[in-house]
């Protein structure tokens, strides 16, 4: 069965600091890969996703991710965090037999320091 | 226009009753999902339906059965609430079944007592 892994389950940084969240998924076949965002409160939000083409992706916010094929693992990182930036991060994957559905990540709590 | 809508935004209920959570959106969505957040910010797919028919059940207890009169509507029934129901209900569209990225709803807290 297909499973997404995020190892850190809580980061705290810096405002200006760069960011790295993990995420590793196991599938051997095509994959569709995403990172949501759950500010305080409030309900999931695309920041973005992988379908193909180009490994680097860019999405909303100053965000990006790189999808790694031969490590199965598609980060998300930003060069200089914001305050704004609290919030939970969830990676997920959508692939092969469970093309219907998306499987998510245990999510990654991410405080900023002001 | 909210995309997705929930309703009620929170629902504090005894046990052993039984609730309802309505969904609707307006994108247009062939899918629509139903998933549950645990305390620990878990989050687990529930229900599917495409076009008002049931494609995905994962292992839900059967109090759990959700209904979709249409395309632009999936609701979700309890019956006879147990402590660990208590979640955030997470209802969310898609355009076609192979959940290429959704839309979510905001959010159903339900907190049984």
């Known amino acids: 069965a297909q499973s997404v892994s995020q190892h850190n389950h809580h980061v705290i940084l810096s405002e200006a600091a760069s960011l790295e969240l993990g995420c590793n998924y196991s599938?051997?076949?095509?994959?569709?890969l995403f990172w949501y965002v759950q500010y305080p409160g409030q309900h999931l939000q695309l920041l973005l996703k992988y379908f193909s083409g180009d490994p680097l992706v860019k999405g909303i916010k100053g965000f990006e991710a790189e999808f790694i094929k031969s490590k199965f693992s598609f980060n998300l990182r930003k060069p200089s965090v914001q305050w704004s930036d609290t919030a939970e991060y969830f990676c997920?994957?959508?692939?092969?037999?469970?093309?219907?559905?998306?499987?998510f990540g245990s999510g990654t709590r991410l405080s900023i320091r002001p | 226009d909210t995309a997705v809508s929930q309703t009620p935004k929170y629902l504090v209920t005894q046990m052993g009753n039984d609730k309802s959570i309505k969904c609707e959106q307006n994108l247009g969505h062939d899918t629509m999902y139903w998933y549950k957040q645990d305390s620990k910010k878990f989050l687990k797919i529930m229900f599917s339906?495409?076009?008002?028919?049931?494609?995905i059940n994962e292992t839900v207890p059967n109090r759990f059965s959700p209904k979709s009169p249409d395309k632009a509507h999936l609701n979700l029934h309890i019956n006879s609430l147990e402590l660990g129901d208590s979640a955030v209900y997470f209802c969310a569209s898609s355009q076609d079944g192979r959940g290429l990225g959704y839309t979510f709803g905001s959010g159903t807290r339900l907190t049984v007592v």
């Open positions: 599938y051997g076949g095509t994959v569709n």
């Open positions: 339906y495409n076009n008002k028919e049931l494609i």
């Open positions: 997920a994957v959508n692939a092969g037999s469970s093309a219907s559905k998306i499987i």
